[in-house]
């Protein structure tokens, strides 16, 4: 079986209007939601063999504060362009051409694209993707390039806001 799960970049800054949109930083809600949500991933046993991001800041800095709860190393983030080129056809073919040698996934990446990629192997059933949203999704195959036939499910849907008492 295969587990990706598809996390949304934690809440940036957009104070610098001057700063191109790949160099925006997490904001200071950012920092706090990223690690909270790792937390919640770690409790329900997630430990990814692979992690990639979006090399806008904002996505790294999300992953790098994933990768400190999970215990995961920082320098093993595989950074790749297309996971900020909001293409949905070219993020499902990365997706699609991962190494089968790894079972549990981690993509830190960007909306609208990620909401429609999620949708697509849940048959919608994901209603919105707000900042720092992890959707889990477990397909019954043991190769990456046969996710699109297999059988799915909805493993996790988690964002900041549905733990709010929590946080506060």
């Known amino acids: 079986m295969k587990k990706l799960f598809l996390i949304r970049h934690a809440k940036s800054s957009h104070d610098d209007l001057k700063i191109n949109d790949i160099e925006r930083k997490l904001n200071s809600r950012g920092k706090e939601d990223a690690p909270y949500m790792a937390r919640i991933l770690k409790k329900s046993g997630i430990n990814p063999d692979l992690i990639f991001s979006s090399p806008a800041?904002?996505?790294l800095e999300t992953a790098m504060l994933f990768c400190k709860e999970l215990e995961y190393p920082r320098?093993?983030?595989?950074?790749?362009?297309?996971?900020?080129s909001f293409n949905k056809s070219q993020i499902l073919s990365f997706i699609?051409?991962?190494d089968s040698?790894?079972?549990?996934?981690?993509?830190f990446s960007?909306?609208?694209t990620f909401h429609e990629i999620a949708n697509h192997f849940t048959r919608n059933k994901i209603p919105t993707m707000?900042?720092?949203?992890?959707?889990?999704i477990e397909f019954l195959t043991d190769k990456w390039d046969e996710i699109e036939e297999s059988d799915k499910h909805l493993l996790f849907y988690e964002f900041p806001k549905k733990h709010i008492s929590e946080v506060d």
């Open 57 to 59: 800041i904002r996505a």
């Open 75 to 84: 320098e093993a983030i595989l950074i790749d362009p297309v996971l900020y």
């Open 96 to 98: 699609m051409s991962i």
């Open 101 to 107: 040698n790894a079972d549990t996934v981690l993509i």
């Open 110 to 112: 960007h909306n609208p």
């Open 130 to 136: 707000p900042t720092c949203c992890i959707v889990g």
